[in-house]
């Protein structure tokens, strides 16, 4: 099985189709082509840039990908990280991601990944698992550069979970109500989205070329929340306080807006751009993505405020990779994204009330990984 796409992860075992005889040589490289156009993008929501039309694969056949993530002030050759940063662990990433595919036809895709992050500020470390499971089907095959685009369809669902998080006390002390606390920590923040693409790819000369548009919609929810005032303890869960007396004093204390806003809805739109280069064993491949989100609830108690009351409701990334064939059906890679606010459109858990002014931020995270065919 020779692994000839350009940055792809799909298995030469495709059918390809075109209008005209050609020769071996143009046989081969049009076979480069499918082969990375196919695949290679299909996993997406995190790599939304990436997503293309397809697959042309046979029954059967699929891909395995595994990387590993980090950013750190070594790392940050672009200065993606925040500004201002005194302390070389804030910003820092590290994590892992696994994500594979298959074709059960011709035409029908399924794929899924797990992602493990671990991101550090204000001396905490808190863990984070990302998964997304989609389907993509084949509307419209192309026969030809002359002869139209592929088009496909896809729907994906994706989220985050995180196990407890502790809101460091320096962003208590910056709001009403909460710079009363001594500590507070969020334990079960989720987000869910399901999501679904209209993908379109052309083919021109030695390059792909990919448009895509998708809208989705989504959840964030916590748990619980712990908070301490001196030798106090009490409990949030499911909209009240488990002590009454805390619950009496919330309006009191100005934060039952902030903690009725926890949970909330979101709808969300997307689009942008991809291009893929295979040159021989080598291969590039590029993307832009806008995303742009609403939420209910909590984006109102925000605006409301007198200080940090700016909200943050669009994305722009950028995401690209260098891919190099070792051997017939495996590839090594490198991979960069560049944020303009932050992760708002990747991990949408990290947005509430106390961390949306971190959303005006950029970030970035390189990643270096491995992919195999079959």
């Given at each position: ?9 799909v298995?030469?075992g495709h ?51 595994l990387?590993s993530d ?6 940050d ?7 201002g ?17 298959y074709?059960?036809t ?27 499971l ?6 419209r ?26 809101v ?26 399901l999501?679904?693409d ?6 021109n000369g ?15 929810s916590?748990?619980s ?6 030798p106090?303890?009490?409990?949030w ?6 002590s009454d007396?805390?619950?009496?004093l919330?309006p009191?204390?100005?934060i039952?807006?902030?903690l ?17 280069m ?9 993307g832009y993505?806008?995303?742009?989100i ?23 990334t950028?995401l ?5 064939r ?27 009330v ?16 491995l992919?195999?065919?079959?």
């Amino acid at each position: 099985m020779d692994f000839q796409g350009g940055g792809g992860t799909v298995p030469s075992g495709h059918r390809l189709k075109r209008p005209f005889r050609a020769s071996r040589r143009i046989c081969r490289l049009a076979a480069a082509f499918v082969s990375g156009v196919s695949m290679a993008g299909v996993a997406a929501a995190p790599l939304d840039p990436f997503l293309e039309a397809g697959p042309h694969t046979k029954p059967g056949t699929g891909f395995v990908e595994l990387s590993s993530d980090g950013m750190s002030k070594q790392l940050d050759l672009l200065r993606l990280r925040p500004d201002g940063l005194t302390d070389d662990s804030a910003g820092v990433l590290r994590g892992f991601r696994i994500r594979g595919g298959y074709g059960l036809t011709s035409r029908l895709w399924v794929d899924g990944g797990f992602s493990r992050r671990q991101i550090f500020y204000g001396g905490l470390g808190p863990f984070f698992n990302g998964w997304q499971l989609g389907g993509q089907w084949r509307v419209r095959e192309s026969l030809g550069r002359w002869s139209g685009p592929d088009v496909s369809a896809r729907l994906n669902a994706w989220g985050n979970q995180a196990g407890t998080i502790a809101v460091p006390r320096g962003t208590l002390e910056r709001y009403r109500g909460f710079d009363l606390l001594d500590s507070l920590a969020v334990s079960g923040a989720s987000d869910r989205q399901l999501q679904s693409d209209l993908i379109t790819t052309w083919w021109n000369g030695s390059s792909v070329w990919t448009v895509f548009a998708g809208a989705g919609m989504g959840r964030v929810s916590v748990d619980s929340i712990q908070a301490s005032v001196g030798p106090f303890e009490t409990t949030w869960r499911g909209g009240r306080f488990d002590s009454d007396l805390v619950q009496s004093l919330a309006p009191t204390l100005g934060i039952s807006d902030a903690l009725s806003s926890i949970n909330y809805r979101t709808s969300f739109v997307h689009g942008g751009a991809g291009v893929r280069m295979p040159l021989g064993s080598w291969a590039l491949r590029g993307g832009y993505q806008f995303f742009s989100i609403q939420r209910d609830l909590v984006d109102s108690v925000i605006s409301a405020r007198s200080t940090d009351n700016t909200v943050y409701r669009t994305n722009h990334t950028l995401l690209g990779e260098v891919a190099y064939r070792m051997a017939p059906g495996v590839r090594v890679f490198a991979r960069g994204q560049a944020m303009s606010n932050q992760m708002l459109s990747e991990m949408p858990l990290l947005y509430n009330v106390l961390t949306a002014r971190r959303f005006n931020e950029r970030y970035g995270v390189l990643s270096a990984g491995l992919m195999a065919s079959f």
